[in-house]
């Protein structure tokens, strides 16, 4: 249960007051039909008119979940009242689907809630491929969710490390794709004129023995974003079985590296940066390049 006070800066209404601080329509309604939205400890009508430096307080109560929790090594990189910031590790998914069942981190981070009394259910805010690692930002309620899943939108920036086949001929660019699924039956996701524009940036960091390290930053989040684009445009990600012709058994050598967002309730901004993981040093210098830690 979080409480929380938004006090007026001009003449508006409750309602306007609200959503102005990121609240959303749907939980305006669950806090009205509680009771949970008041002015001077009484409850106020959404569409009330305010006048400037009066307060209004809201009690938010938190959702919970059933998820079994299971005991994990998770990887914190900060960590405040409203949310988390975890390095998630190769091979593990983030949540279990329709036709696999399995120990996943949204388990492991359950464990870590219990733990430590937080008293919400976890709010994955970007969520990572199986075999992706780095950076994810988890929220620990509902209201700094909601704030995030907008930012997500609009002004969370997520940078990515990648290793791809080849060279490319533009050592920089922005790539514009129109990506969907390629049917109901599968999550693989293929460029046709259908789908939802998917926007990527990219810059080429060092070049090795046929391979290209890449800097990218996702303008838009779609499923797989990155694989698809860079498989269509003929430089498949390593380790990518899913997206390229031949077998390969590599890692697959894609890392969230960078993160930069607007913190919920202070305002300020946070930017974390985790830099290169070992699998990729290790992969580049056994491949004839060089690192410069």
Do not use: C, W
Request: charged share 25%; no cysteine.
């Amino acid at each position: 249960m979080k409480t929380m006070e938004f006090i007026a800066s001009r003449n508006l209404t409750v309602l306007e007051l609200l959503k102005e601080n990121g609240l959303s329509r749907k939980l305006i309604k669950s806090m009205k039909a509680k009771g949970n939205i008041k002015k001077d400890g009484y409850i106020i009508y959404l569409q009330k008119e305010l006048v400037p430096g009066d307060k209004v307080s809201i009690t938010i109560e938190e959702d919970y979940s059933d998820i079994e929790p299971v005991m994990m090594p998770i990887d914190i990189v900060y960590e405040d009242d409203e949310l988390l910031v975890i390095n998630k590790q190769y091979g593990l998914s983030v949540m279990s689907t329709m036709n696999m069942h399995e120990i996943t981190l949204i388990n492991g981070l359950s464990y870590y809630f219990q733990e430590n009394g937080i008293l919400s259910k976890v709010h994955v805010i970007n969520r990572l491929d199986r075999n992706t690692t780095g950076l994810m930002v988890v929220s620990k309620n509902r209201y700094s969710a909601k704030k995030l899943n907008y930012a997500l939108k609009d002004s969370l920036k997520r940078r990515y490390y990648a290793i791809v086949y080849g060279i490319l001929p533009e050592k920089e660019g922005t790539v514009s794709l129109n990506i969907g699924k390629e049917s109901d039956m599968t999550v693989k996701r293929i460029v046709r004129s259908d789908g939802k524009e998917a926007i990527t940036t990219y810059k080429v960091v060092k070049e090795f023995n046929n391979y290209s390290l890449l800097d990218i930053e996702l303008l838009t989040g779609r499923t797989h974003q990155i694989r698809v684009t860079f498989s269509h445009l003929g430089f498949p990600l390593v380790g990518d079985d899913f997206y390229q012709e031949k077998e390969d058994d590599n890692m697959l050598m894609l890392h969230s590296y960078y993160l930069e967002f607007v913190h919920p309730t202070t305002g300020k901004k946070n930017i974390i940066d985790i830099g290169l993981p070992d699998r990729f040093k290790d992969f580049i210098i056994k491949n004839g390049g060089q690192v410069n830690d």
